[in-house]
């Protein structure tokens, strides 16, 4: 018994009935993984750690409330939030963790009541006590701290005198550092406006400080899994974390092997497709012309993004300013890494939308009316904004955005979602009109394609997650407890960019190399359901390693560090698939070689950034001492630009190979730039980011969390001199991504002078 298979438009006789398993294993496989995750949420949401009505002392005088408490929250957020500092762990690196900086203050002035009626306690007055003496006061702190006091019945938290007299004292030096800003932590002078606005942010950092020490009802650990570490406290890192991360490895291992097992075992023998020289569709259609401009737009970001995240970096040797000039005055620390993360994001989201528009109607062969308007239109909309959604950003951490505003208009607070709402409803329609312009110019290849489950139909799939996931960012406000707006904030991030983003260029480039030859008819369908499964089956319920210490119950790190090892292969598989096929189509892999490049340098840094480094993020035991600190930009860098970049530019590349003239294709000013761009994000990480994050976790794990974000360890020499010596792999990558801004230029500049297909043409190539 024979299957048929639908490929393109075509049809190809498999003789084995398991291949067309792959969309029914998908479809039960996302049951599962959702099913799990929003189970997930539920438990998150009944179990997050409670805001107080009121917070007493034992003789019931009131400290704090939870109006108090949640309009902290608010201005924080509306003030830039996870860009200056974080808060359990999630933000910024150059400010203090807020929760671990907060929880240790308090606790050194609770030991100094305790131990001489004192709060001015300082580190090195608990160092000088005889080591029985110190000991015996740190359990006594420990039992102030780890004993939950929190009342379910009148929704009232009652502290100790202790626990008061040295909140109290937290609260006086907090008055000053939040008056007066720091110059070594970047943080402006006047960042809130007066004392009721510093009080309530206080009170915002203490719940999060007393939710992070206290034990959770019947565990003998805290509502954040005992993070931050502190010794003081009592905070050490729960047994299981070191089961749950052995697991993980055991895991990684084993699922490599099983998935390349089953991938290389289904391998059959296939005809590679004719090669042609020059692309059916030399000449590009009016909304293929338009959407080169996408990518001149892309650049130009990806430009901006870059000189941000120099300014950002400088911040940490200079904390007021640029070689000299006050930039804190003009553009404060937070404001700078907004921009630099939130223009990474668009840059790179905007080459996969110009790519989805570019080769809709490239493998739809029809070209519907109109397309190039709507092509400009999106274009300008989403000029709007991002110029609207930086100025608002700008506007809301200097204040000139009151809190309310700020929401709608400026900074969320969150990072990778920093727009405000009126903007991120914008985008969200933005994508909407996207998918739309790109069904009608599809909708052929989708009528040719009798099968709902073959890669056209895929394609389209694919492209509908884009807004939908997105849009998951409207789940939570700016008074959604913190747990709960992070674990929907995480969706955004995760599923949204490294899963169904991903999805979608891995069926872009599938369907395109199937067509050159890059790829078999069978391997193109077969390596996208599997490698979809893999991103799926993983990452959907992986999305829970990112929230091990947000106030979440325990079995979360069981599942997030059990399926986020899985997240490792995928893209290095297809690779695997480009490699061996290159060998047999030498003539096709030097016209597209600089896509075919740059889409391998995605795969290679698919292993090494979400790989090696993601084991930085993954294990429970590892995370526990690394979260917060700069081992993440390790991460952030190597997967954020190396993966997703790499891919972006792999996408643009081979979009305007196919229509650009030949006299513009500058092959040398590729190489160049592609050299470069690799080269520098090597120096940056072997010189400046490694030995940088590193050294802070070796503090963390010696010392705790807080020691390792103080003023002491991020002014030392060595943090500095690491700071320093990644400007060489700055200015490598600067001048690479310079390279490529001239060469796109100069290619959607020719590509203009040149005439576009009429439709006789666009007929012929239809039919070819």
């Not at 055991?250 to 391998?267: D, H, S």
């Not at 010189?687 to 963390?700: E, H």
Request: glycine letters at 8%; charged letters at 10%.
């Amino acid at each position: 018994m024979t299957d048929t298979t639908v490929f393109n438009g075509g049809t190809a006789t498999a003789t084995r009935t398991r291949q067309l398993s792959f969309p029914a294993w998908l479809v039960l496989i996302c049951i599962v993984a959702f099913t799990v995750l929003l189970a997930a949420g539920a438990a998150i949401w009944k179990n997050a750690p409670p805001v107080p009505d009121f917070v007493r002392s034992s003789q019931q005088e009131i400290i704090l409330t939870k109006a108090e408490i949640q309009a902290g929250q608010e201005i924080y957020l509306a003030r830039g939030g996870q860009h200056i500092g974080s808060v359990w762990g999630h933000g910024s690196y150059l400010a203090p963790d807020w929760t671990a900086d907060v929880l240790h203050k308090w606790g050194l002035a609770t030991a100094g009541v305790l131990y001489n009626n004192n709060p001015n306690f300082l580190p090195e007055d608990l160092a000088a006590l005889p080591a029985p003496e110190r000991a015996s006061l740190q359990a006594q702190v420990s039992e102030e701290f780890k004993t939950n006091r929190y009342d379910p019945q009148t929704h009232s938290l009652t502290l100790t005198n202790a626990q008061t007299e040295g909140l109290k004292y937290v609260f006086d030096q907090y008055h000053n550092l939040l008056t007066y800003g720091s110059s070594i932590h970047s943080i402006p002078q006047g960042w809130f406006k007066d004392d009721t606005q510093i009080r309530n942010v206080t009170a915002f950092f203490a719940w999060t400080a007393w939710a992070a020490a206290a034990n959770r009802p019947n565990a003998p650990f805290s509502y954040t899994a005992n993070w931050p570490h502190d010794d003081l406290i009592g905070n050490q890192a729960p047994g299981q974390f070191i089961i749950w991360s052995i697991v993980s490895v055991i895991v990684l291992i084993a699922g490599i092997g099983a998935f390349l097992f089953v991938y290389l075992t289904q391998e059959e023998p296939d005809e590679i497709q004719p090669v042609p020289a020059r692309p059916a569709v030399r000449i590009p259609t009016p909304s293929q012309k338009v959407t080169s401009l996408f990518f001149g737009v892309a650049m130009v970001l990806f430009l901006v993004q870059i000189v941000m995240g120099m300014f950002t970096a400088h911040y940490a040797v200079e904390g007021e300013g640029f070689y000299g000039i006050p930039l804190i005055n003009f553009l404060p620390y937070a404001a700078s890494r907004t921009w630099h993360l939130q223009l990474a994001v668009f840059w790179i989201a905007t080459c996969w939308l110009a790519a989805g528009l570019y080769f809709a109607p490239r493998f739809g062969g029809f070209e519907p009316k109109f397309q190039a308007v709507g092509n400009s239109i999106l274009l300008i909309a989403l000029t709007v904004v991002v110029v609207g959604s930086m100025i608002g950003s700008w506007s809301a951490i200097t204040g000139v955005l009151d809190v309310k505003n700020s929401f709608l208009w400026g900074h969320q607070g969150y990072e990778y979602i920093e727009l405000g709402r009126v903007w991120q409803l914008l985008l969200i329609g933005g994508m909407i009109f996207w998918l739309w312009l790109m069904y009608r110019a599809f909708k052929p290849a989708l009528l040719k394609e009798k099968s709902p489950t073959g890669l056209s139909h895929f394609f389209l799939y694919s492209a509908i997650t884009i807004p939908l996931f997105y849009s998951v960012g409207l789940a939570y406000t700016n008074r959604t407890p913190l747990s709960i707006a992070e674990y929907w904030r995480w969706w955004v991030v995760h599923l949204w960019v490294e899963g169904f983003f991903e999805v979608f260029a891995t069926v872009v480039i599938a369907y395109l190399c199937s067509e050159l030859g890059f790829l078999k008819k069978s391997s193109a369908l077969r390596a996208t359901y599997l490698t979809t499964i893999l991103y799926l089956g993983s990452g959907v319920i992986g999305t829970l390693h990112h929230l091990y210490f947000s106030g979440t119950p325990s079995f979360i790190a069981a599942l997030g560090a059990v399926f986020s090892a899985l997240e490792v292969v995928p893209l290095t598989l297809i690779g695997f698939e480009v490699l061996q096929s290159l060998r047999l189509s030498r003539e096709a892999e030097g016209f597209y070689r600089w896509p075919l490049r740059f889409f391998i340098a995605t795969c290679i840094w698919n292993l090494i950034g979400a790989g090696v480094f993601g084991f930085l993020i993954n294990p429970p035991i590892v995370l526990y001492y690394s979260q917060g600190l700069n081992t993440t930009p390790i991460h952030a860098h190597a997967a954020l630009f190396g993966v997703y970049g790499c891919l972006a530019l792999a996408l643009m590349l081979f979009a305007l190979r196919e229509f650009v003239p030949e006299d513009a294709w500058n092959e040398n000013l590729l190489k160049f730039s592609f050299w470069m761009i690799n080269g520098g994000l090597v120096v940056m990480l072997i010189f400046g980011l490694i030995p940088n994050g590193f050294y802070q976790l070796v503090q963390s794990i010696n010392y705790g969390t807080w020691y390792a974000r103080s003023a002491e360890v991020i002014t030392s020499p060595w943090m500095r001199w690491t700071v320093w010596l990644r400007i060489p792999g700055d200015i490598i990558f600067a001048i690479g991504t310079l390279a490529m801004f001239v060469f796109t230029v100069r290619a959607i500049y020719a590509i203009f002078r040149f005439p576009v297909a009429s439709k006789p043409e666009l007929k012929a190539a239809e039919q070819s």
